[in-house]
């Protein structure tokens, strides 16, 4: 009874059941928070609004403002606003380079991914309007509904290295974002006055700081014009148990203040616990969730990608193994060497291109004097004389093999591996083909 002593008299008065409905209730409002969050973020250090944002270079082993950088394409970015549309995004064909343009609404689900998979490089001509618009969609313009007012296109074309930033910066400037009273009368898109904001904290450290009753009020608010999903009418049945209704404050006790800050803390923590746990492994390697992009009811999953990587793209359009051991299941580290070999045949089945990038154990960039963090089919690689192909994973320069294969990491520090697949093949999707075990050599 002494121990009781120490526990916050309220504790003794919670109900197992609360503390679930709450926890369901942040993990399933996370997104659509973590959403606004990076949409607030970005208007404040990136860009405005409603307008493109093109990043013109790869990030280097400094970068830090995202973890597992791409160093596959160049990104051509925006939030659009909705209640200010319509607005027309045209893609001009687009041969030389794989492009790919997911548009992903406030709750984190791709609504549209028009690119080199669906239209074949022959361009797009999108009339992207809110769900409840009535006019009339031009002609030449295919229409687009979204379903939340935030939206946030994340485009990536294909970029074999910095020799092609000229040909990729062409194919970026040829993507135009305007809005339909501007396109008709052929109006370049206007340019608002901005200016960059002092840096600010990024969006995982806001929300970590964020109150339980400030994210619960947010979500709330945010509901109103970023609508649920008609599938969510039993959770937003729940979150009404919890006194949580779109565009209604908060009428909270305190006593419920405690319950659902402390019901916040239960799901993170058995967030961190399921993320700690030894994922399903083939060969070392784990590959995300087909669903990932389009999650229907599966809220937790949702959730735990917004946390760890928000912005993902379809399987269809990209995937993305990874593997922190070898094929015996030991941590992956520079004081070993090691080789990573596909059979003939066997490389990854795709219809774009494919990857494999090592990143320290902080998700970041390895640095090295070659300044190379990448490996695939872009570079010059040298296959053995059976068909087959050795990428080598190892600190120094490997002594009887290519230095075009080797991929460096850094000498005693663990390290991971990402193979990226862009528009895989059946085979990639459906399980029948499978990355190889990372071999230790000593």
């Not at 394409?73 to 607005?87: E, H, K, N, R, V």
């Not at 797009?124 to 031009?138: F, K, N, T, Y």
């Not at 993305?320 to 030991?330: C, E, F, L, N």
């Amino acid at each position: 009874m002494a121990a009781l002593a120490v526990v916050p008299v309220f504790l003794l008065y919670l109900k197992a059941g609360d503390l679930r409905l709450g926890a369901e209730a942040y993990l399933y409002g996370y997104p659509l928070v973590m959403m606004d969050l990076t949409r607030a973020h970005a208007a404040r250090t990136q860009g405005p609004e409603n307008r493109l944002l093109r990043v013109r270079s790869f990030p280097g082993a400094d970068f830090r403002d995202v973890v597992r950088p791409n160093v596959d394409t160049l990104y051509t970015s925006a939030f659009i606003d909705m209640a200010q549309g319509p607005w027309v995004f045209e893609m001009p064909a687009n041969a030389p380079r794989y492009e790919l343009m997911p548009f992903m609404d406030a709750w984190t689900n791709v609504f549209a991914a028009p690119g080199t998979r669906l239209n074949g490089g022959q361009g797009a001509r999108l009339l992207l309007a809110a769900a409840d618009w009535q006019g009339e969609v031009p002609a030449g313009l295919s229409l687009v509904r979204a379903p939340t007012r935030i939206v946030w296109l994340i485009g990536r074309t294909q970029t074999r290295g910095a020799a092609d930033y000229p040909l990729v910066h062409r194919l970026q400037d040829g993507l135009t974002l305007r809005h339909l009273t501007d396109w008709q009368t052929g109006r370049s898109a206007s340019v608002p006055a901005w200016k960059a904001e002092p840096p600010a904290s990024p969006p995982i450290a806001q929300m970590q700081a964020m109150a339980t009753t400030e994210f619960f009020a947010r979500l709330a608010r945010l509901m109103v014009d970023n609508p649920p999903a008609a599938m969510d009418a039993p959770v937003l049945q729940k979150l009404e148990q919890l006194g949580l209704r779109p565009g209604q404050a908060l009428d909270w006790t305190l006593m419920q203040r405690g319950e659902m800050a402390l019901a916040r803390w239960l799901a993170e923590r058995r967030v961190a616990s399921e993320l700690a746990k030894p994922r399903e492994l083939v060969n070392g390697w784990s590959t995300p969730p087909a669903l990932l992009g389009r999650y229907g009811q599966d809220y937790n999953t949702r959730a735990v990608v917004a946390m760890v990587g928000l912005g993902a793209n379809l399987p269809a359009d990209a995937m993305y193994p990874s593997a922190r051991v070898d094929g015996q299941g030991r941590p992956l580290n520079g004081s070993r060497r090691y080789r990573l070999h596909f059979k003939a045949g066997t490389l990854p089945p795709v219809r774009a291109f494919w990857s494999v990038t090592a990143y320290s154990a902080d998700d970041f960039l390895i640095a090295n004097a070659l300044q190379r963090h990448a490996l695939g089919d872009r570079d010059p690689l040298v296959f053995n004389t059976d068909g087959s192909l050795d990428l080598w994973l190892q600190a120094e320069a490997p002594t009887q093999a290519p230095t075009s294969n080797w991929l460096p990491v850094r000498r005693g520090e663990d390290f991971l591996l990402n193979a990226r697949l862009y528009w895989p093949r059946h085979e990639a999707l459906d399980g029948r083909w499978t990355m190889p075990a990372v071999e230790r050599l000593d």
